[in-house]
């Protein structure tokens, strides 16, 4: 197994430095973004929900040395992935198999949390991460599909989170074909956030 | 005059955080994506060109606690702002003002270096550049013009950069007004990028 | 008041050459766009709902020489606008002052609707439009809003639309800034639509 | 073989009704903006350069019935595929079979040319249309590389077009899976315009 040592202080590591199966991952561009609007700290607690192959995860594990991520994954071919490139990246994350409202509730506090994937109970689980946020602490929901954006903007509103806020990502990136740049789409992103004041 | 303790380990300071004036500024979710693309160390001794209001130097400047940022700015309004953001958020970068070729050259070398702005010399600048960047020094050119987004890429092609890439950028936020979320558009913006190897 | 032969079969008028007043127009991409998925006939009954400017029942009524195109609008200044934009077009389009709810109701029948703006009673309006729309009638919902968009889908689904479908658009015109082309993004818009079968 | 009736006014024929080969294509929203820019009239000649499927070619047909449309396509694969269309819809097209430059010198005189590919001879290519075109008459460039953009920009201007303007377009389309829609993007398409005057 190839390791890399990834000194950089800035996230946004390639796509193409994960082990990423068949897995759908959060690309690099939206990656970044997602982990300017969780504002992390070195030491935040940072829970993963629905991680995938869990680029979101190491990211966050290398920001906060002297916090501590959680990754919850239901796919047994996730878990799998999160290992592997937790080696790969030389980092410690936490990974819990299984179904990610369940996993919530075993875990006592957070400061930060990330959901990637809901398994369809986003009402559950973002009332759960209210729960157990701490003070000051920041939910950011991911989405594809525009039932989970705005199911997600509809709950942190009504759950009480405050400073909601929606944006959405178009990123497209350029393949050289010969002598010319190709620009090719990545599917639109939205990124919802919120604030427990 | 407000200070801020940013105490985050992850870039995209929210805009209006900046103290703005009438220079146009990189919006945060652009800025997250850019840095990205710089691959700080915590000892990058940066280089940012064209830096109106400074808010990519002054995250420079956070995540590069052991290097040094170096602000090239023409306009006095720019050099006023980036100094008035840099006491806002207690940051050190040393600001020259003037001319973006003359003040380069007299810049011994550097690790990293984003051009925001190039006052029409940008084949000068990015050879300029290439000269004085260290061994896996990173460049990045934010563009809002097609003529900038295509002689970036022709310029560091031509010049030597390896790994040269061009994403563009397409983000709308979300803005609340009554019950309703209207998605304003942020104009966009190309990313290119390049290591000289 | 300069009047404008249009002489051309394809839609897409440029916006600079309708009255605009301060009410919000469907840019001409977007328009082209719009009327594409109504897919208009030249004997089409057609209803445009909230029609701000009246631009979007101008090219359809061009479109539909042996048609119809009502236009409701409940503001005075729209129906002013409307009004105006038919003299300079010199094309007629029914105007219909008030609440879209009631105003629809007035209607007996119609084979295309529009929506561009709904005052709220955006599932009444839709369950008015599908009883009165004829076989195989189309309706189009143009949203600027994340809950506009969501409540379309929902509405279009439950109330028995086929071929629901829905487009987010993004576009950016290029302005000439000396020899630069800046890239300036119109807001996006969202673009439901379905079929009553 | 199957024929379709196409009894619309408005273009934008759904994708999935050309044959299409592995051809690329240009999508029907883009498609419906592209054919908006030319501005066809019922009477107009229109050359397609790098006709591709020949799906532009083929609602330029039904749009311009008192016309002429001429196709141009150096690929056998495509010839075959706009005949198919062609027979498909039911429309005219004189397809021309060779090299882009080469076959528009045999064409005396056009109002309207829209150029989906040029084999890399993009600037004679545009001369040559130029030279060509009636008084009033436009020209429409769709590209997907950033060097096509660059220099169609660039040759529209130097050769002494009028009103040259270039937009972005980004879509995505709404997906449904299960009781979700998936928002897919289609890749950017840059769409340059000018006038002859």
């Known amino acids: 197994m190839k390791k890399i040592c990834w000194n950089y202080r800035t996230p946004g590591i390639p796509d193409e430095l994960f082990v990423r199966g068949n897995v759908p991952m959060t690309k690099?561009?939206?990656?970044?973004?997602?982990?300017?609007?969780?504002?992390l700290r070195e030491d935040s607690i940072v829970v993963d929900v629905g991680a995938g192959t869990g680029s979101i995860a190491i990211e966050a594990a290398q920001l906060c040395p002297k916090g501590k991520v959680i990754a919850i994954e239901r796919k047994e071919e996730g878990v799998a992935l999160i290992r592997e490139n937790c080696t790969r990246f030389q980092v410690e994350v936490e990974i819990l198999h299984g179904n990610a409202a369940h996993k919530l509730k075993a875990i006592e506090v957070f400061?930060?949390?990330?959901?990637?994937?809901?398994?369809?109970?986003?009402?559950?689980?973002?009332?759960?991460?209210?729960?157990k946020l701490t003070k000051d602490g920041r939910i950011v929901v991911n989405s594809i599909t525009l039932e989970t954006l705005y199911t997600s903007i509809q709950c942190l509103e009504k759950i009480g989170f405050s400073y909601v806020e929606a944006v959405s990502v178009n990123v497209a990136r350029g393949r050289k074909v010969g002598r010319y740049t190709l620009m090719e789409a990545i599917n639109p992103i939205y990124v919802i956030s919120g604030v427990k004041t």
């Open 28 to 39: 690099e561009e939206v990656r970044a973004i997602t982990l300017s609007k969780l504002r």
């Open 111 to 131: 400061d930060r949390v990330i959901i990637g994937g809901s398994g369809g109970e986003l009402e559950e689980i973002i009332q759960l991460c209210y729960d």
